[in-house]
């Protein structure tokens, strides 16, 4: 059962007022934006509170004040949520998926420290995040002079509080962990609140705005080290070709030498390897040459990502890697090749850096054999050892001749497909939409259309955790309002912010779909997301008057979710598991003061055969009564459901990798593509291949069986939610999304 905030206040006994259930309309047509010019105190002079609520606002105990604590209601204070209503949910066990798997993974992957050394709990995350998405509104409206009403943001906050923490929405994995942390707090940088990017090479060449030809490139690595993935496109090499550009020789006779000692930050690691880039691009005659003697050495703790030092050598590899491919280029036009190599070896190396996930997507022409080969091993075998470092989709056509991509497709899953004018020119498939002309490839995991060097935050919405279509749309509320919160946010690229502040793009995600349907039927998906997008429209309409910016030109998107859905005990995205039953494995460090407490509630924990310092946790998870695995759901039902999503929900684009049986749908792939290029703006396949069992595999699949005997040695009354974390080293941060299909 899960306990409402009126009913734990009344367990508790006490009626605090905060707490008190509403119905969470927040942003009907005729309330006042918090954002006025008139002091609530003033208004609280002349009649009550409640009377100045909209009608759609009901008090469950109407002899109760409904005014927030007068402390919380100060219009000259930084916002912090009323930390009465705050520690009322401290004792409140969360509501965590899959037997503890959701909890033990926000302990290790959100979960941060704290000045006093311990780490947060669930409870103390929700309200690092609430009060740092409000203080930025806050600091948006002063900084504009809109007004600030303390009192009304304290009621929105509380709402969404409220909402997180009973996983009816979640910001992005990288909103828990970042948002309201120094690392936005102090240090600003606000880029790491977005998931995703993408930039285009096509107009590398152009000197605009005094950019340098390695523009791209420095782009994708910064990013990269805030932990956002990034698609490019091979555009730069056409233009060099057209244009006669040709790679210059910076160890010609004419050239001098230029020492440059890289600093010690992510800065200077970009910094450097965009001077290496330009000494062979830009026709500088400039041959540097690197002194890392500033750049710490491995094993030391990286302040603010979580994780440690990789010292020197992966920088040291990348600029011997970037010369050796750009030396085979010298006198010739930059080929398609050397984009993605540079591109992949950078991603490379931010994983070697110890940022340890990032992830790449690459957009090619279908019909040239250099960029479909790129995955060719055997045709470009220097490319084995970083090749993998970012997926590989084609600028399809609508009517193209799929029969030779598809070929390439059945036997290793590649390339993926993006149909750019379909993007064009619809939001919702069959929507026209000439707001979002301008968009040229897509984010790593290919649910959200870009412009070149757009970012794009994603929040994740469990429709499946919802008693009525009405509880979802006050959920969505809260949810738009932290997304849209973070397009108010400058990043320190104004080649981005441009396009941010123009678009405010945001991705309002559905997850848990697998479930939904299973519980309610198709038909029901469909009737809950279509009344939802047009609620979803009225709410950024809303919102927009509120902070008085554009409307958002794009503002669903169904994203691959990894961990996140994980918390809420949701199926990632539109996917099915691969069973109803597994065991879920994960690694936990040896120091933490959770693995007590795990053994004690009944889990099999046992030595990491890979990391000696670290233990292997095994959860039994079940997915819920009648959900289907994977291999009971076809390549042509995954792919209905895909255009279902793109048609009734998404008008940004549905993130969808089909599984498919090489041997019987295999041959199917050049029929499916030529029905669905007029369904779909994006689509990946992965062939459904037995790679055999390994020692500790993250997921094993089990019969119903097993997973009720593992299941009933763990004990429900665990309270592993009261456990007090002291373990020193801070969570590692999610990088963009965690989905297999779009992460390195």
């Given at each position: 059962m ?15 007022v ?9 942003f ?107 203080c ?12 600030w ?32 942390s ?23 060449w ?30 730069g ?31 200077g690691?970009v ?85 340890r ?54 036997k290793?899953g ?18 026209e ?27 994740e ?12 749309f ?15 946010l ?50 950024d ?6 902070f008085?910016?554009?409307k ?14 994980l ?21 936990v ?44 759901v076809s ?7 895909a ?35 007029y ?27 097993t ?36 992460t390195?």
């Amino acid at each position: 059962m899960r306990i409402t905030s009126a009913l734990r206040a009344a367990i508790k006994g006490q009626h605090l007022v905060s707490r008190t259930k509403v119905n969470h309309n927040v942003f009907p047509q005729h309330t006042k934006p918090y954002y006025n010019n008139h002091s609530i105190h003033a208004f609280h002079r002349t009649r009550s509170y409640s009377a100045m609520l909209p009608s759609s606002i009901h008090i469950l105990d109407p002899t109760m004040s409904s005014v927030p604590n007068q402390s919380s209601c100060r219009n000259t204070e930084s916002f912090s949520l009323d930390p009465d209503f705050v520690a009322s949910y401290a004792e409140t066990k969360p509501p965590f998926g899959f037997n503890g798997l959701g909890e033990i993974v926000y302990r290790r992957t959100y979960s941060r420290l704290k000045v006093d050394g311990t780490r947060e709990q669930w409870f103390e995350t929700i309200e690092r995040v609430v009060n740092g998405t409000f203080c930025r509104q806050q600091e948006w409206a002063d900084r504009n002079m809109l007004g600030w009403d303390a009192c009304d943001a304290q009621r929105k906050a509380q709402t969404m509080y409220d909402k997180i923490f009973t996983m009816k929405f979640l910001p992005p994995g990288r909103g828990l962990w970042a948002m309201g942390s120094p690392l936005t707090e102090e240090r600003r940088l606000f880029a790491a609140l977005n998931n995703c990017a993408f930039v285009s090479t096509s107009k590398m060449w152009d000197n605009i705005d005094g950019a340098r030809p390695s523009k791209p490139f420095v782009f994708l690595m910064d990013a990269a080290m805030l932990g956002v993935g990034v698609g490019f496109d091979t555009r730069g090499a056409q233009a060099a070709h057209a244009q006669n550009i040709l790679v210059g020789n910076p160890h010609s006779a004419h050239a001098r030498t230029v020492t440059f000692t890289v600093p010690d930050s992510r800065e200077g690691w970009v910094e450097s390897t965009g001077l290496l880039i330009d000494s062979y691009l830009a026709y500088e005659h400039v041959n540097y040459e690197f002194d890392y003697s500033q750049v710490r050495a491995a094993g030391l703790p990286i302040k603010g990502f979580g994780g440690v030092t990789s010292g020197p050598e992966p920088l040291r590899e990348l600029h011997q890697l970037i010369r050796h491919a750009l030396d085979k280029h010298i006198g010739q036009p930059l080929s398609v090749t050397a984009i993605v190599d540079l591109m992949n070896l950078i991603g490379k190396c931010v994983v070697s850096g110890n940022v340890r996930r990032t992830a790449e997507i690459a957009f090619g022409d279908p019909h040239n054999p250099e960029y479909i080969d790129l995955k060719n091993y055997d045709v470009n075998p220097h490319r084995a050892a970083f090749g993998w470092t970012s997926n590989n989709s084609v600028f399809a056509t609508v009517g193209m001749d799929y029969s030779d991509v598809s070929r390439r497709v059945q036997k290793n899953g590649e390339p993926g497909f993006q149909w750019m004018e379909n993007a064009r020119r619809y939001g919702r498939m069959g929507e026209e939409n000439t707001r979002d002309t301008r968009v040229e490839g897509a984010n790593p995991c290919n649910e959200q259309c870009l412009e070149s060097y757009e970012l794009c935050c994603l929040v994740e919405t469990f429709p499946a955790n919802h008693d009525s279509l009405d509880d979802y749309f006050e959920t969505l509320e809260s949810a738009l309002l932290y997304a849209k919160t973070v397009t108010l946010l400058p990043t320190h690229w104004p080649e981005t912010n441009r396009v941010m502040l123009r678009n405010r793009r945001i991705g309002t995600s559905v997850s848990g779909v697998a479930q939904f349907i299973t519980r309610h039927g198709l038909n029901e998906l469909r009737t809950w997301l279509d009344a939802a997008y047009a609620r979803v429209q009225e709410i950024d309409s809303h919102i927009s008057e509120l902070f008085c910016v554009p409307k958002s030109v794009k503002t669903t998107s169904v994203k691959p979710s990894g961990t996140v859905s994980l918390l809420a005990g949701a199926t990632p995205g539109m996917h099915y598991p691969e069973s109803r039953f597994c065991i879920r494995r994960v690694r936990v460090s040896k120091s933490s003061d959770i693995l007590p407490a795990l053994e004690e509630a009944g889990y099999f924990i046992e030595d990491d055969v890979v990391d000696k310092s670290s233990m292997v946790v095994e959860i039994p998870v079940d997915h819920g009564e009648g959900v289907r695995g994977l291999r009971d759901v076809s390549m042509w039902e995954q792919l209905a459901l895909a255009a279902l999503l793109q048609k009734y929900w998404s008008d940004n684009q549905v993130s969808c990798t089909i599984t498919f049986d090489p041997a019987s749908e295999g041959p199917q792939l050049n029929n499916a593509l030529d029905y669905y290029q007029y369904q779909l703006k994006g689509v990946s396949f992965l062939p459904r291949i037995d790679y055999g069992a390994y020692p500790q595999m993250p997921y094993e699949a089990i019969d119903e069986a097993t997973y009720n005997k593992m299941a009933r040695n763990i004990k429900s009354e665990s309270q592993l939610h009261l456990v007090r974390d002291s373990e020193k080293k801070d969570a590692e941060a999610e990088r963009f999304c965690t989905n297999d299909s779009c992460t390195i």
